[in-house]
């Protein structure tokens, strides 16, 4: 037997509605881990392909790490926030809809409904109960009309997400360096594609892909990048 995911008894179940989902930040968090590991291995892949010193890279690493960060997750909050500002937008436009344009909005309603199997009696129910609460009226023309997600973003933890996720992959390119170890750049280049996989096993847990596949995917993506950084570099060696 299939384990379950989660209980389906009736007080599990009102508890998970009642609550409402959760909103996941992973696509932010990937996103800026793989940016970070790879920006940052492109500075120290390029500085070393150029022949400079280990303290240039740590350098560049690290206002790379701090502003390259804060660039991304600063871009990630305004264009969540636009998403947001977005969605009221379209809310209230519903809403005067339903003040001026009522039969109209009622009918759209019925037939998305409608779409949704409902039929008869019924539909027509659940037409005047939905009508009847106008703020779950919207919601719904939110997401059956227009497409938009059932939960709104929240520009904040998406950019804070981000800006983690940068810092802690972006910071690992640098590690060999700042402690000056021997053979700097084999470690950083071990140290990089590792992250790179453990990035996409992690990745995993949220798809149906396998693990080691997730993995061996985005170590390929953050290779390349490596490599093209590192070829780049090379072309200034002095």
């Not at 929240?154 to 810092?167: D, Q």
């Amino acid at each position: 037997m299939m384990e379950q995911e989660h209980s389906h008894s009736p007080e599990a179940i009102a508890a998970r509605l009642r609550d409402g989902s959760m909103q996941s930040y992973l696509r932010d968090f990937v996103y800026g881990a793989i940016d970070g590991a790879v920006t940052t291995f492109a500075i120290v892949a390029g500085v070393e392909g150029a022949g400079l010193s280990h303290g240039i890279i740590v350098a560049l690493g690290a206002a790379n790490i701090l502003a390259d960060g804060f660039s991304m997750a600063a871009g990630n909050y305004s264009g969540s926030k636009a998403d947001l500002d977005d969605r009221k937008r379209i809310a209230a436009i519903e809403a005067r809809h339903i003040e001026y344009h009522r039969d109209g909005e009622i009918e759209e309603l019925r037939q998305i409904l409608q779409m949704r199997g409902l039929k008869g009696d019924i539909l027509e129910q659940a037409t005047q109960e939905i009508a009847a609460d106008k703020d779950k009226w919207i919601d719904l023309m939110l997401t059956d009309e227009y497409g938009l997600p059932r939960d709104p973003p929240h520009p904040f933890k998406a950019a804070s997400a981000t800006f983690v996720a940068f810092l802690a992959a972006g910071v690992v390119p640098l590690t060999p360096f700042i402690f000056d170890l021997d053979n700097a750049f084999a470690w950083a280049i071990c140290a990089t594609l590792l992250t790179f996989f453990l990035i996409g096993s992690i990745k995993s847990r949220w798809s149906l892909a396998k693990w080691w596949w997730s993995g061996a995917e985005t170590l390929s993506i953050g290779a390349i990048a490596a490599l093209i950084a590192f070829f780049v570099g090379s072309l200034f060696q002095t």
